[in-house]
């Protein structure tokens, strides 16, 4: 059921360095590529040599560096073509205001603005600059003809600059990078579809300071709502208490209790084409919340509990839901109690695990649920798993069919 689409190699990149104080950060993002297995060919231009060594990144890359155009590196002195055959990407990190306008403007005075300009492959753009230059008109102009031109741009990040200034214009960090091309490198396979997703647990009031709540720490439902994202949909993730960082492009609402949470949907779910329950809900939550810090006293302590609302099944029943994927954390007779839910509440397609393998831990393991039966899944970081889930709903729409 799933699709045959796989995610982009990055067997091989072109990584090219500017002039600019962030060029020390490329040091940083050559060892971490060459850590993930990708052979990096560095290409800098005259100015960058003034911010970090040619020798600093051969030593970390395990290849020669080239600087000029006119060096004979190559047999038949065409670096500035031959060294785009075969790479998977370009990667310009940082890129100065300057060769952003060489860029766009089609300009190849020296090593890698040629090498861009004759590339056979995707080119993706880093930039880096002192917050004016970076909000100024022709910036923002060549930048728009970049994409415009099919170039991705990763960045700019905000925050306190080399010049003392604070803005937009920093180059963003090497980690952010390396978690940018691979989010570029997977499939699109949800380009222009609206995705709507719950995540993490609720938090149900006792009083001002005590609750029901559960373990879930939310890891399952941010990673999915990445992985939908890379694959270009347009996604709005509705969060329960949780610190995990909202990811990249992903519209996040907070919430707190089951009844927030139903509220969010009801607002959101109306022009949502896919809706993803990964949100641990409370089952039920109390009558009546005190006003008041309750006090300890020896007699017990009853509370009424009454049931909250169950969200999946509401948007199921909608006149027109959403393609609708539910899951379920079971601790026994997993595949059965889930089974049973996926049916009751009338969904095309429920994700069931093992609730003591999977709550606050990195790796997950499902089995899939549909009208054709159980399709298991391996043990996998959260992170691969979202992405095989994402491939596994893309392929069940009814319109991809």
């Known amino acids: 059921m799933s699709s045959t689409a796989v995610a982009r190699p990055l067997r091989r ?28 060919d560095v290409v800098m231009t005259r100015a960058a040599t003034h911010f970090i060594t040619p020798m600093t990144l051969q030593a970390l890359s395990g ?35 300057d060769f952003i306008a060489k860029l766009a403007h089609g300009l ?31 910036t923002q102009r060549n ?39 691979r989010a570029w490198a997977q499939p699109k396979l949800l380009v222009g579809k609206r995705v709507l997703l719950t995540a993490g647990p609720t938090f149900e009031a006792i009083d001002p300071v005590r609750g029901i709540t559960n373990l879930s720490s939310g890891k399952m439902g941010f990673a999915l709502a990445q992985a939908c994202a890379e694959a270009g949909a347009s996604v709005t993730l509705i969060a329960g208490p949780s610190a995990l960082p909202t990811p990249a492009a992903v519209a996040r609402v907070n919430v707190r209790g ?30 009546k919340a005190s006003a008041s810090k309750l006090k300890k006293t020896n007699a017990a302590l009853t509370l009424e509990l009454e049931p909250t609302v169950d969200i999946l ?7 027109k839901p959403p393609f ?30 093992r609730a003591q393998d999977t709550l606050g831990r990195d790796e997950n393991e499902v089995i899939l649920l549909d009208d054709k039966g159980a399709h298991p899944l391996p043990k996998m970081d959260k992170l691969a798993l979202a992405r095989r889930l994402e491939a596994e709903i893309a392929g069940r729409l009814p319109w991809a069919k």
Request: net charge negative; proline share 6%.
């Open 13 to 40: 990149v072109v990584l090219g360095i500017t002039g600019g104080i962030a060029a020390y950060k490329a040091a940083e993002l050559t060892r971490l590529l060459v850590k993930e297995g990708t052979a990096v």
């Open 63 to 97: 290849k020669p560096v080239i600087t000029e155009l006119w060096e004979s590196a190559t047999p038949n002195a065409m670096a500035h073509i031959d060294l785009s055959r075969g790479a998977d990407a370009i990667v310009v990190a940082p890129a100065s205001a």
């Open 108 to 138: 190849a005075d020296d090593l890698l603005s040629t090498l861009c300009l004759a590339r056979d492959c995707p080119l993706l753009v880093a930039p880096t600059m002192n917050v004016q230059m970076w909000n100024k008109p022709a």
């Open 143 to 181: 930048v728009a003809q970049l994409r415009a031109d099919g170039v991705e741009i990763l960045g700019p990040g905000s925050g306190s600059q080399a010049c003392g200034e604070v803005g937009d214009g920093r180059m963003i960090e090497p980690e952010e990078i390396l978690a940018a091309l």
């Open 258 to 287: 089951a009844a927030d949470m139903a509220a969010a949907v009801d607002a959101a779910v109306a022009s949502a084409e896919i809706f993803i329950a990964v949100a641990a809900v409370a089952d039920y939550a109390p009558a």
């Open 313 to 319: 099944s509401r948007v199921a029943a909608r006149p």
């Open 324 to 353: 609708c994927v539910g899951f379920a954390a079971e601790t026994n007779d997993v595949k059965e109690n889930a089974e049973t839910k996926r049916r009751k509440k009338k969904v095309p397609l429920l994700i069931a695990n």
